[in-house]
Nanobody, 122 residues
Framework: VQLQASGGGLVQAGGSLRLSCAAS????????MGWFRQAPGKEREFVAT????????NYADSVKGRFTISRDNAKNTVYLQMNSLKPEDTAVYYC????????????????WGRGTLVTVSS
């Protein structure tokens, strides 16, 4: 599966952005999807993940209550709604796909899209 993230940009602290990740292929609805981010000089870190049916989600503590992951299997797209953004949310955001169970570990995800840059100014 090929993934393409979009929706990044420059936003002021306290603002909102919605990221999208469009997937090619017919098997999208079978994949666990995840969002990760990588800030300059830091390792890639887990943000959120969602089960194939969309009924179960998991979030990093740093974004819980501010970010929401969702998916539309009919559109082969997963979203990340980001509210109350903080400067520390500045990073390149990546979407990724894997089989079976949700995971917070980047190395368990098989498919990765190119990232989209989110910059939050103070």
């Amino acid at each position: 599966v090929q993934l393409q993230a979009s929706g990044g940009g420059l936003v002021q602290a306290g603002g909102s952005l919605r990221l999208s990740c469009a997937a090619s292929g017919r098997a999208f609805s079978y994949y666990v999807m995840g969002w990760f981010r990588q800030a300059p000089g830091k390792e890639r870190e887990f943000v959120a993940t969602i089960m194939p049916g969309g009924g179960s989600t998991n979030y990093a503590d740093s974004v819980k209550g501010r970010f929401t992951i969702s998916r539309d299997n009919a559109k082969n797209t997963v979203y990340l709604q980001m509210n109350s953004l903080k400067p520390e949310d500045t990073a390149v955001y990546y979407c990724a796909a894997k089989w079976s169970a949700m995971s917070t570990a980047p190395n368990e995800y098989v498919y990765w899209g190119r990232g989209t840059l989110v910059t939050v100014s103070s």
